[in-house]
């Protein structure tokens, strides 16, 4: 069964930063691109940041393009999400996904981070 | 950059009743190949969104044949034959022609 299971998330304080993780497993994590997608409260879905299968190359949306860092760890088959420079409106879940055939076709259950002082 | 713009963004429906949900794109997500690039997921409250069609009209894996996919190009259509109460939630369009960077929809509200 595949399952990503996010950790990480809590309360910081604008300017602070944070470091997501996502643990994967029943799937051969080598062979698969990842990438994390946010829900504000109340809103709809944002794209964050994907990662290749290699770690070679990395994608980030213009909103948070210079303040965070997508990485992938092959041996502990685990997706992380540094971020830095917090800004209130980075306040979401944030659900780390498996980019299948042209989709993303399984996602984790979300870890909350709220900016805030 | 690709906008998706979804209609009704609210959408009361009767169970049993059939359930019909827009989403336009700014640019044409018709590949060369034939497929055209995008995706529909389902956000029930309080889960994480999960997939229902993909390459507009194919059906995923577990997902319900009263779920269609249609269009082309720029226009496209998810469809409930009868809905039921289980489909309640949030729909999302969703561009995959520029995978790995993603684009949503605003989101369309089914509530019964």
């Known amino acids: 069964e595949v399952q990503l299971v996010e950790s990480g998330g809590g309360l910081v304080k604008p300017g602070g930063s944070l470091r997501l993780s996502c643990v994967a497993s029943?799937?051969?994590?080598?062979?698969?691109?990842l990438t994390w997608v946010r829900q504000a409260p109340g809103k709809g879905l944002e794209w964050v940041s994907s990662?290749?299968?290699?770690?070679?190359?990395?994608f980030y949306s213009d909103s948070v393009k210079g303040r965070f860092t997508i990485s992938r760890d092959s041996a502990k088959n685990s997706l992380d999400l540094q971020m830095t420079s917090l800004r209130a409106e980075d306040t979401a879940v944030y659900y780390c996904?498996?980019?299948?055939?042209?989709?993303?076709?399984?996602w984790g259950q979300g870890t909350v981070v709220t900016v805030a002082s | 950059d690709i906008v998706l713009t979804q209609s009704p963004l609210s959408l009361p429906v009767t169970p049993g009743e059939p359930a019909s949900i827009s989403c336009k794109s700014s640019?044409?997500?018709?590949?060369?190949?034939?497929?055209?690039?995008l995706a529909w997921y389902l956000q029930r409250a309080g889960q994480s969104p999960h997939l229902l069609i993909y390459?507009?009209?194919s059906r995923a894996s577990g997902v319900p044949d009263r779920f269609s996919g249609s269009g082309s190009g720029t226009d496209f259509t998810l469809k409930i034959d009868r809905v039921e109460a289980e489909d309640v939630g949030i729909y999302y369009c969703?561009?995959?022609?520029?995978?790995?960077?993603?684009?949503f929809g605003q989101g369309t509200k089914l509530e019964i």
């Open positions: 996904a498996r980019v299948g055939s042209w989709n993303l076709d399984y």
């Open positions: 029943g799937f051969s994590f080598n062979i698969y691109m």
């Open positions: 990662i290749s299968t290699t770690g070679t190359n990395t």
């Open positions: 640019q044409s997500l018709l590949h060369s190949n034939g497929n055209n690039y």
């Open positions: 390459f507009a009209s």
């Open positions: 969703m561009q995959t022609l520029h995978t790995p960077m993603f684009t």
